[in-house]
């Protein structure tokens, strides 16, 4: 059984299709880079694996389970860290309810969490080193410590399959480390990961395979085989340019 399995999957907003027969499986507890232009459905693909996207055909499955006919079964599964998300600054929301946040999908929405799910909020906030900071206004933090948050609410859910989109962006560089370091001891611990990445630089020895995406799977397979200069050109159209890969 694959943590991941796309089959033909097509996606479509209004007459626009966003990706077109969308093939590919992923083995349990590897790490998956999905890089590709922008505008190349890289989001709506991590939108198709929690179910969340308008499917024209073909099937999502994440551990097995049709993440289309069983939503609910399958998202007490995925973990998620969206690119942007905008919490209304003049809630005074503070850090533990953010991460606590990530314990719903397992208690339901109006069960109030319990002293064990505040241990895994807070485990959880320890991963990414921000355990000091459980009491602060989460609009307070840099952006930096504010992705960091968003991870560790996602890791509070106690995932099997960790999605982020494009967890490095607009972060300062120490956090970045810190994010890298999670990765890596999450993958350790046999979790799947998926993210959206621009820069694979700082998680290439990490990443067991990457997916170039433009609308369609332009290739799949090992880094040093997908990240080679004529097929990036494929995905990316205009000229690029291309550094080798050193592992």
Known sequence: MYAVEMND?????????????????????SFLAIMGPNGAGKTTLLKAILGMAPLVKGHVRVMGIDVYEHPLR??????????????DATVPVL??????????????????????????AMDALDMVGLADLWDAPFIHL?????????????????PELLLLDEPFSQVDYPSQRII???????REEGVTIITVIHNIGIMLEYIDSVLLLNRKVIAYGRPEDVLRGEVLRRAYEKGITFIPLRR
């Open 95 to 120: 850090v533990r309810d953010v991460v606590l946040m990530g314990r719903f999908s397992r208690i339901g929405l109006f069960r109030r969490p319990s002293k064990i799910d505040e241990r895994k």
């Open 74 to 87: 399958a998202r007490k599964l995925i973990g998620y860290v969206p690119q942007k998300e905008s919490i």
């Open 9 to 29: 999957v097509t996606i479509y907003y209004g007459m626009h299709p966003a990706l077109e027969g969308i093939s590919f499986s992923l083995d349990k507890g």
């Open 142 to 158: 840099s952006g930096g410590q504010q992705q960091r948050v968003l991870i560790a609410r996602a890791l509070a859910q106690e």
């Open 180 to 186: 890298a370091k999670v990765l890596r001891d999450l």
